[in-house]
C-alpha cells in the first residue's frame, strides 16, 4: 500500500498543453518535495513545499502543497518534449525519511 | 564537485546469493538513504545511515542490511537473494540538520540495476 497516491500514472499530451498532477495522502507530512527522474538515473529534485497552501514557482511549473499538508499539486504550462519524465512526489516523515508516490510517468509529443 | 557515485551499476545474481552494493555521498553529506525502485514504481525507502549507524528503517527483512563508514560511504548488503530483490536500488545522501531535516534535499545517485535470475 502506497502512502502517497499519484494521479495520474500515465500522461502523454501534446507540446504546449498544460497538465497538472496530483499527490494525495491522508498522513500529514513535515514537507513534500517533488523529484523528476529520466530513465537510467535517479531523482532530481525540483523543489520543496513545507508550510500549508504554499505555492512556489520554477519557471512553467507551479506546485502547490495543501492547506492541512496531505496533498499536492503539480502544475505545467505550456508543455514541452524536454519535460518528459518521471513525475515523483515525497512525503517526509521523521526528520528526513521520505515517502514516494508511484509516479506519473509524462510524454509530451512534439 | 562529485555528487552520489554507486557501484557497479549493472549486476547480475542468481537466486540464493549474496549482494554489496557501494555508494559515495556527495561531499559534505553526512547521511545515506537507501531506495529500491521496482520497474515502474516509486522509490522504497530501505534504511538510512547516519553517524555510522542505521537511524531508520522501512518495511523490509533482515535480509537487507548495511553499513556506514567513517568517510560517510556506505554498502547496501542483500542474502538470500529472491527474484523479487530485482530492482534499481538507488543511494541517496544529504546533510543532517536535526529536526529541520525534512527540508533538506536528497542527491541521488543513478543506482544500481540489480537482476536475480
Known amino acids: 500500500t502506497q502512502l502517497l497516491e499519484q494521479s495520474p500514472q500515465f500522461l502523454s499530451i501534446q507540446e504546449g498543453e498544460n497538465l497538472t498532477v496530483y499527490c494525495n495522502s491522508s498522513?500529514?507530512?513535515?514537507?513534500l518535495q517533488w523529484y523528476r527522474q529520466e530513465p537510467g538515473e535517479g531523482p532530481v529534485l525540483l523543489v520543496t513545499v513545507v508550510t500549508g497552501g504554499e505555492v512556489k514557482k520554477l519557471k512553467r511549473l507551479t506546485f502547490q502543497f495543501g492547506d492541512a499538508r496531505k496533498d499536492s499539486s503539480l502544475h505545467i504550462t505550456a508543455a514541452q518534449p524536454g519535460d518528459t519524465g518521471l513525475y515523483l512526489c515525497a512525503g517526509a516523515v521523521n526528520f528526513n525519511k521520505f515517502y514516494f508516490g508511484s509516479g506519473t510517468k509524462l510524454n509530451v509529443k512534439p | 564537485d562529485a555528487g552520489v557515485t554507486q557501484s557497479p551499476t549493472h549486476l547480475i545474481k542468481t537466486r540464493g546469493q549474496q549482494v554489496t552494493l557501494r555508494c559515495s555521498p556527495k561531499s559534505g553529506h553526512d547521511t545515506v538513504s537507501w531506495y529500491q525502485q521496482a520497474l515502474g514504481q516509486g522509490p522504497q525507502f530501505i534504511f538510512q545511515y547516519y553517524e555510522e549507524e542505521e537511524r531508520q528503517r522501512g518495511n523490509f527483512p533482515d535480509r537487507f542490511s548495511g553499513h556506514q563508514f567513517p568517510n560517510y560511504s556506505s554498502e547496501l548488503n542483500v542474502n538470500a537473494l529472491l527474484l523479487g530483490d530485482s530492482a534499481l536500488y538507488l543511494c541517496?545522501?544529504?546533510?543532517?540538520?536535526?529536526?529541520?531535516?525534512?527540508?533538506?534535499?536528497?542527491?541521488f545517485g543513478n543506482g544500481t540495476r540489480l537482476t536475480v535470475t
Open positions: 541517496a545522501s544529504s546533510l543532517f540538520t536535526g529536526q529541520s531535516s525534512y527540508n533538506s534535499p536528497l542527491h
Open positions: 498522513s500529514v507530512f513535515s514537507s
